[in-house]
């Protein structure tokens, strides 16, 4: 039972443009969110974070959304950049436990 | 049915003990991987697998000792357990090699606390 869903497995975007990534969770005790950033032939680099006590958190083009009724969180990067090229992961832990659940990923081509 | 599995889920020790985390794929996946989350949620890699071969094997300690019987299995071996071994600990697969960049599956993590 995948408890964190990236329902798409790639997207293409136009550099300059705004990529948005999503990602959907069902456990309702989940609250922190993270993102990683995987190059291919590297481990997922961590990227950006929220507490569930926000609904946005901005760090330079990175911006994560949460919507926690609806159990989605989102990440826009703006402007998209040709390095920005890479697979990105959403994770989850619940009531400060140090355990991550993981999506499976969305892999972004960024377009020049 | 669990994409990645890994046993035991948690696991409290103590120092100087030896103890084994055993991984599993079902996903017919030709890469493994052992990752170690540190305190601040960042992920390294220590391992990685394609077909039973070791690929990477990035700078952990030699007490650290994966073993692939098959394709499927990634078992992570650690022998005298220290203090700063405790993390959680990740399996993950991929398909294809370690160079595609595919979408990768992880497995639920392994909380080992060594006390």
């Known amino acids: 039972d995948q408890q964190v869903k990236q329902n798409s497995p790639s997207l293409s975007v136009q550099e300059g443009r705004i990529s948005i990534l999503n990602c959907d969770y069902t456990?309702?005790?989940?609250?922190?969110f993270l993102w990683y950033k995987k190059y291919p032939a590297e481990g997922p680099t961590f990227l950006i974070s929220?507490?569930?006590?926000?609904d946005k958190n901005e760090d330079g083009r990175f911006t994560v959304f949460l919507n926690k009724s609806a159990k989605h969180l989102s990440l826009h990067i703006v402007p998209s950049q040709p390095g920005d090229s890479a697979v990105y992961f959403c994770?989850?832990?619940?009531?400060?436990?140090?355990?991550?659940?993981f999506g499976t990923g969305t892999r972004l081509t960024i377009i020049p | 049915d669990t994409a990645v599995s890994q046993t035991p889920k948690y696991l409290v020790t103590q120092m100087g003990n030896d103890k084994s985390i055993k991984c599993e794929q079902n996903?017919?996946?030709?890469?493994m991987y052992w990752y170690k989350q540190d305190s601040k949620k960042f992920l390294k890699i220590m391992f990685s697998?394609?077909?039973?071969?070791?690929?990477i094997n990035e700078t952990v300690p030699n007490r650290f000792s994966p073993k692939s019987p098959d394709k499927a299995h990634l078992n992570l071996h650690i022998n005298s357990l220290e203090l700063g071994d405790s993390a959680v600990y990740f399996c993950?697969?991929?398909?294809?090699?370690?160079?595609?960049?595919?979408?990768?599956?992880f497995g639920e993590g392994s909380w080992l606390t060594v006390v």
């Open positions: 994770a989850a832990s619940a009531n400060g436990n140090e355990k991550l659940t």
């Open positions: 456990n309702s005790m989940f609250d922190y």
């Open positions: 929220i507490s569930s006590i926000k």
């Open positions: 996903l017919g996946h030709d890469t």
């Open positions: 697998y394609n077909n039973k071969e070791l690929i």
């Open positions: 993950a697969s991929e398909k294809g090699g370690f160079h595609t960049g595919n979408t990768i599956y």
